[in-house]
Structure formats: structure tokens, C-alpha cells
């Protein structure tokens, strides 16, 4: 059962932005003016106050529809930005780390694009114990052992992140130097306690 929100019955609508979802009950008593504002689908009031006077109630209706079409805008600069086309390329390779008890790596390699989204393919990896029961490993690119997946680029802050699954991403691994036309990765750590 869905909780609502609770409105004393002495307080009256007073002001509706509804393109905000902003809405601000009030009421006078003893020359006090107590108001509640309201955000979108809130059963909370965002705030709740007294007012010694209609026009300091005003500015905070005011303070509050600048701070909610702020976030509103960087909402949806972060979104644009999220889905802005990548630059990725196929060949390009990205690294996935995950794991509680253990670090687990996997190398993805870029096999197709579009606009917005890749298709990956994971592939092998060359793996040396430096350690009890860890190590490093890097991606032996074009060595594909796992089957093709499509998924969206997320392009957050400029750079290009895959969500592989629901507790983990992948980021894009850079190559540090290249010998011989053969790229070279900087060693990722792997450990296997569990």
C-alpha cells in the first residue's frame, strides 16, 4: 500500500509548478504562517517551516523552484552525456574487475559498433602468479573464447564504460606500448582466494 502524504486539514493549496511537480501548502494561525512544500511523488514534505511573513515564504518557493530546475538541468546534461555517440573502434580492448573475496578479471575486445552501443566478445588472457594464489594478467587480443553480446556505451564524463552484468562494468584498457605491431597492456591483479 502506497504511504500518502499527509496534509493537515487547516492548510491550503497555495502555489502548483506542476512542469517541477512542485506543490506548497500553508495556513495562518496566531499572525504565523506555517507552509510545507512538496517535490514530485514526495510523501515527505522537502521542507516544513513557519514564516513570520508572506514574502520570506515566497522567496523560499522561489530558492526552491531555482535548486529543482538546477538539478533538473544536470539531470539531463548527465543524461545527454551518458548516451552521447562513443568513438570506440573495433579492436579496442576493456577490462572488467569484480569480485568480494576475490579479484576477477576479464578482457572484452570491440568486435562490431553503432552509434550507441558495441559488440564484445571476451577473450583470453595471458595470466602469471606473483603471488599465494594471485597474480597479473593482461588481455591476448584477437583470441576470443566466449560468445558475442551487444550492450550500450555509457559516456559518462567523456569516457566509455560497459555494464557486462548487475555487479559489474567494464572500462576501456589503453595499450601502454606497442612491439613488433603487437600492443602491450599495463598487468591487471587477480586473485582467487575463495
Known amino acids: 500500500m502506497k504511504k500518502e502524504r499527509f496534509i493537515p486539514s487547516s492548510y491550503a493549496l497555495r502555489y502548483v509548478h ?4 512542485f506543490v506548497v501548502y ?7 504562517i506555517y507552509a510545507m512544500g512538496f517535490t514530485s511523488n514526495a510523501t515527505n514534505p522537502t521542507w516544513h517551516y513557519s514564516f513570520k511573513s508572506y514574502e520570506t515564504l515566497q522567496a523560499l518557493i522561489e530558492k526552491t523552484i531555482n535548486e ?3 538539478r533538473q538541468a544536470e539531470k539531463a546534461e548527465r543524461l545527454a552525456a551518458r548516451y552521447a555517440p562513443h568513438n570506440l ?36 588472457q595471458q595470466r602469471a602468479e ?13 583470441k576470443f573464447i566466449g560468445k558475442p ?19 559489474s562494468w567494464a572500462y576501456l584498457e589503453k595499450p601502454i606500448m606497442e612491439v613488433n605491431g603487437q600492443k602491450m597492456f599495463k598487468p ?7
Open 68 to 70: 529543482l530546475e538546477a
Open 18 to 21: 506542476e512542469a517541477l511537480g
Open 188 to 194: 591487471a591483479y587477480f586473485s582467487y582466494y575463495a
Open 89 to 124: 573502434t573495433v579492436g579496442e580492448i576493456f577490462r572488467c574487475s569484480w569480485g568480494y573475496d576475490q579479484t576477477n578479471v576479464e578482457f572484452y575486445q570491440v568486435i562490431a559498433t553503432t552509434k550507441n552501443k558495441v559488440t564484445l566478445c571476451e577473450i583470453a
Open 149 to 167: 553480446f551487444n550492450r550500450n556505451v555509457n559516456m559518462t564524463s567523456g569516457k566509455p564504460s560497459i555494464k557486462i552484468s548487475s555487479c
Open 26 to 32: 500553508s495556513t495562518e494561525v496566531n499572525e504565523k
Open 130 to 142: 606473483t603471488g599465494f594464489m594471485s597474480g597479473e594478467c593482461s588481455p591476448a587480443p584477437n
